[in-house]
């Protein structure tokens, strides 16, 4: 990864990752959860959870709406997820994402994920990366509709300093992220209802969530499974068990603090 700062400055860091595609990495997961004994319920959408007597009734849909009951639900279904506004109340906050993917040309080592971290070119980061041969270029921003408005000042910042010649625009993708705050903080869950992921507030700074989604998951997983006829003790077994990822998420967000002054506010 190559970071630079709000001052221009730039910061290379060298370790070996993966960069895969979600479609198809989401697809694994869900294969090797069908191959552990799981039910796995394509093309449904859960809409609703109310908890009532110790039991939770699950409302799901698929071609039609249908009820389900359980003992705990695990939601992880990102910040966008209904169930948790409606058990709340209101939205929570959130970072817009926009990015495309195009053909082109570009003066950038391509096995460098690179991240830019200067106000005039996003209302968070901006970054550039190659998947498969496909220039990845894209913004966040906390007003959706200041999206386009960044972008063009980044494809122009691209242009003039690494001679960026996109050729032809093949996809676009538009989602949201967690609004992190200074302390990063985590909302478990409520009731019998636990929270993990993003949902939960777990992010760490390259807006990368699907790896804290899937430690959180199996943690709520085995403080229920643990303690399964005491409800204090899941959550207390819960919050001890992603002590560790919280406190890492941390380290991050000061980390990146350190780095540039626009995000100041996050570091320990």
């Not at 077994?237 to 002054?261: C, I, P, R």
Request: hydrophobic share 35%.
């Amino acid at each position: 990864m190559i970071f630079t700062n709000d001052k221009g400055k730039s910061f290379r860091f060298e370790q070996d990752c993966l960069n895969v595609w979600r479609s198809s990495f989401d697809k694994w997961l869900a294969d090797k959860t069908a191959q552990a004994g799981a039910e796995v319920r394509d093309d449904t959408a859960a809409l609703s959870c109310k908890e009532q007597d110790g039991v939770v009734e699950v409302t799901l849909k698929c071609q039609k709406v249908y009820t389900e009951q359980a003992k705990y639900v695990i939601d992880c279904e990102g910040v966008a997820g209904a169930l948790k506004r409606k058990l709340l109340g209101h939205d929570p906050q959130y970072i817009t994402t926009y990015q495309t993917y195009n053909q082109g040309s570009i003066d950038l080592d391509h096995h460098f994920f690179y991240a830019y971290l200067q106000p005039e070119l996003s209302e968070y980061d901006a970054w550039f990366n190659v998947k498969d041969d496909q220039l990845v270029l894209g913004v966040s921003v906390k007003d959706g509709s200041k999206a386009g408005y960044y972008f063009t000042r980044f494809i122009s910042y691209m242009q003039e300093k690494h001679d960026l010649r996109i050729h032809k625009q093949i996809k676009t993708d538009k989602w949201l992220m967690p609004y992190i705050r200074p302390g990063c903080a985590i909302d478990h869950g409520v009731g019998r209802i636990l929270f993990a992921g993003e949902i939960a507030g777990f992010l760490n700074p390259m807006g990368e969530g699907i790896s804290a989604g899937m430690e959180s998951g199996y943690h709520a997983a085995n403080s229920i499974i643990q303690h399964f006829d005491d409800l204090a003790s899941v959550y207390a077994d819960y919050k001890e068990k992603t002590a560790n990822l919280h406190n890492y998420m941390k380290k991050q967000w000061s980390f990146v603090a350190g780095m540039a002054d626009t995000f100041s506010e996050m570091k320990l």
